[in-house]
């Protein structure tokens, strides 16, 4: 049975200010679920100290598959790790379209994660026209057999599905097609890695989720968490969220 996770992924926003949104929800934090933030890179470390011991996790958003080197302006898996990182985030489908990352710098960077000993969360999706042009399982197949490694232990393995043209636009997909495509992913996994290890690793769903769909969402077969966006910057609206995921 995968753990259930509610990530929130704050992307280019926040400040030091905003940690203030940290206090408010630890303030409650729910017991029956995992609940990550993934600040950018500059709040990792303040945002460990401000979490303290209260069991909230903190991630990051991308990292640089080398462990060192002429890179400049990257960040490399072992110093998000040193900061106090235990997640990262990779294969954004704004990495995947803003940076041009492939599935083999996603498997890379991913690899780099797994043994600087975070866990990686794998992003996969479709865009609008893929979807329109029904070979949603197609990519979904592509993306997860070339981004995620061949040696990856599946403890340590997170797959968000995120279509891309439900990604901050208030638009979701139907809880069937949410369904069908959770399905295909869990079906994919264990036929690469076992039934029993693939039903270890968590499959979290996100695009436009918000309290008022996150129970419904969570409700859905193979759905066991969220990769939460704008949602996840305020207290207020991530913790209802994380609190539908550990109540389902």
Known sequence: MARKLAAGNWKMNGSVAALAEVD???????????VLLCPPATLIAPMVARAGGSGLQVGAQTCHSAASGAHTGDISAAMLAE???SHVITGHSERRTDHGETDAEVAAQTQAVLEAGMIAIVC???TEAERDADVTLQVITTQLAGSIPDAAEPTRIVVAYE???????????TLDQIA????????ELSARMGESAAHDIPLLYGGSVKPGNAAEIFAVADVDGALVGGASLKAADFGPIAAALAAS
């Open 83 to 85: 900061a106090g990182a």
């Open 24 to 34: 408010a929800l630890v303030a409650d934090l729910p017991t029956g679920c995992e």
């Open 180 to 187: 069908e495509v959770h399905a295909h992913m869990r079906a």
């Open 124 to 126: 996969v999706g479709e």
């Open 163 to 173: 279509p891309v043209w439900a990604i901050g636009t208030g638009r979701t997909p």
